[in-house]
């Protein structure tokens, strides 16, 4: 295992479990790993060029959700670090893993809502005030085990090759 492999899985473990416990993904994570990404990138003798494609493409892939405000600002600076790290042309890979371990985590966790029942003796289901300010808050994913599962596929398609 190589030293920007062993760095892009320790760094996703850690942005995973933090993103698990406190919903968020701290600073210092992303921003060492994106400095030491470049760093090992350049002493590995990468291409400069690859790496920041790589990291704006994983940039760009979030930042209109981000926008829409249905994602963290940490989730946007893990896949650039990301991004950085695997370069341009691992970034594929990394988000076709991303979007399909993603999505079973939105299933997941959207089957798990519980359902304010419509039934006629239910007044908060049949007045519309009561039912926005009694709506449950839209739960959150923690994306951190999305991009977590798009290194994966990565690294495995990586040793593969």
Do not use: Q
Request: hydrophobic residues 55%; contains cysteine.
């Amino acid at each position: 295992m190589n030293a920007e492999v062993l760095l892009t899985l320790t760094a996703c473990t850690i942005a995973s479990v933090t993103d698990l416990r406190a919903r968020r993904i701290p600073n210092w994570l992303t921003g060492g790993f994106a400095f030491f990404a470049i760093f090992i990138g350049m002493f590995l003798d990468r291409s400069f060029l690859s790496m920041v494609e790589g990291g704006f493409l994983g940039f760009c892939a979030l930042f209109l959700p981000y926008v829409l405000r249905g994602m963290g600002a940490g989730d946007v600076k893990l896949l650039s670090a990301v991004g950085l790290a695997v370069g341009i042309s691992g970034m594929a890979y990394v988000l076709v893993g991303m979007a399909v371990t993603g999505a079973f985590l939105a299933l997941v966790i959207h089957a798990n809502i519980p359902r304010v029942s419509a039934g006629l003796g239910n007044p908060i289901a049949t007045d519309p005030l009561l039912r926005e300010s009694f709506a449950p808050s839209k739960p959150s994913i923690p994306y951190a085990f999305a991009i977590t599962g798009g290194v994966l596929l990565w690294c495995v398609t990586d040793f593969t090759r």
